[in-house]
């Protein structure tokens, strides 16, 4: 069996193998009983069959059975944890995201960090790549959660007995209880140096990640695990779009954007520059019309697909009238818009021809 044993034995480094549904047994358990269940299930019994507590002629034998049992699995365990290949700068998947039982059992091959990301409007659009980088909290793999390792030598507490001697009774009984610092088994512990007895170590990951175009808010991407240190994560992604200052991304998926405009500069069909996810655009106003469709910029209609058309929805601003000099231009204006509509056969000078008609009418009545 590859790899290091789950709690170092300098006095036993190669267990002999053992069979795993019997080491199961052993310990009362099922095969699918959790790592915090196995560990409740080995104190438990080495509490019951230590040999300085039960008297039982096999009692020694059974505790052997019993750690041998523990350390099989434990190894068993862990190894699980160290098996697929670095799986690197995978696109993400913008397949659904799989349900919670299926993301559960990646865990076979390594935990899932579940995370948000936040992505530009602009991000979105055109796709992009970011390196993530985050701490996921793991089991430490020196001393499989411990957070101390078992010495070859006694425990210097105990010298081995795996018992103390309790005065009781005014000292004239003494009772004897299990070792609290070697747990029952007689070896001496010492602090794992890789967790500093926590049992626990940050596993630092950093990743490339590329979101492909279209991606929407809300959206969650899987990625599958890859190798950071010792361990196999696998990422979950819920992603966050900004809120954009200009455009807005609406739920039938059209980028819009509403912008006022100069009243005048739109009367007259002049260019204005317009945001598009792109950067600034030239568009020429048109005095017929308030929204402007500009095709292929907008956001994309799938994951990775074409894009989609962008609305511009434009207010012709303008300004108070309570300027005189802009007064005086506007009727000069009016003045020099009459003089080219008198007699000519546009709307305008249409309406004059039928109302000076009706006009001379009334008057020879
Ligand atoms: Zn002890
Ligand atoms: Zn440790």
């Known amino acids: 069996m590859p790899g290091p044993a789950p709690i170092p034995t300098d006095a036993n480094p190669n267990p002999t193998p053992m069979d795993t549904l019997q080491a ?5 358990l099922d095969p699918g009983a959790s790592d915090a269940q196995l560990k409740a299930a080995w104190r438990r019994l080495v509490a019951a069959w230590h040999p300085d507590r039960n008297a039982a002629q096999d009692a020694g034998s059974r505790m052997q059975g019993i750690n041998k049992a523990y350390q099989h699995l434990r190894q068993l365990r862990q190894d699980g944890d160290e098996g697929a290949d670095d799986i690197a700068d995978e696109p993400a998947s913008s397949a659904p995201p ?29 796709g992009c790549t970011r390196t993530l980088r985050g ?16 010495l070859a030598q006694a425990c210097s507490t105990c010298r081995g007995s795996g018992a103390v001697r309790k005065a009781a009774l005014f000292g004239w009984l003494w009772n004897d209880e299990a070792c609290l610092d070697c747990g029952g ?21 950093r990743r490339q990640v590329r979101f492909p175009s279209g991606v929407r808010d809300g959206q969650v991407l899987s990625l599958p695990s890859s190798r950071h240190g010792k361990l196999n994560i696998g990422l979950e992604l819920h992603l966050e779009i900004e809120p954009h200052p200009l455009f807005t991304l609406d739920d039938d998926g059209v980028l819009r954007c509403d912008m006022p405009v100069n009243g005048y500069a739109w009367m007259a069909g002049r260019w ?36 989609g058309d962008y609305l511009v929805r434009v207010t012709p601003v303008f300004p108070a009238q309570d300027d005189p000099a802009q007064e005086a231009l506007l009727d000069q204006l009016i003045a020099r818009a009459n003089q080219s509509a008198e007699g000519g056969t546009g709307p305008l000078g249409q309406w004059a021809q039928r109302m000076d008609a009706w006009t001379a009418g009334q008057q020879a009545a």
């Open 135 to 150: 701490h996921f909290t793991q089991t430490c793999d020196s001393c499989a959660g411990q957070g101390q390792r078992v």
């Open 185 to 205: 088994d007689g070896r001496q512990r010492a602090t794992c140096d890789a967790c500093d007895g926590s049992g626990e170590r940050a596993v630092a990951y």
């Open 24 to 28: 199961y047994q052993v310990l009362g």
């Open 272 to 307: 204005v520059e317009v945001p598009t996810p792109d950067g600034l655009q030239q568009m020429r106003l048109n005095r017929e019309a308030l929204v402007y469709r500009l095709r292929g910029q907008g956001f994309p209609t799938v994951p990775r697909g074409p894009r």
């Open 98 to 126: 799989p349900p919670a039982a299926a993301t559960a059992q990646a865990g076979a091959t390594g935990p899932t960090h579940v995370r948000k990301v936040r992505l530009t409007l602009e991000d979105a659009v055109r």
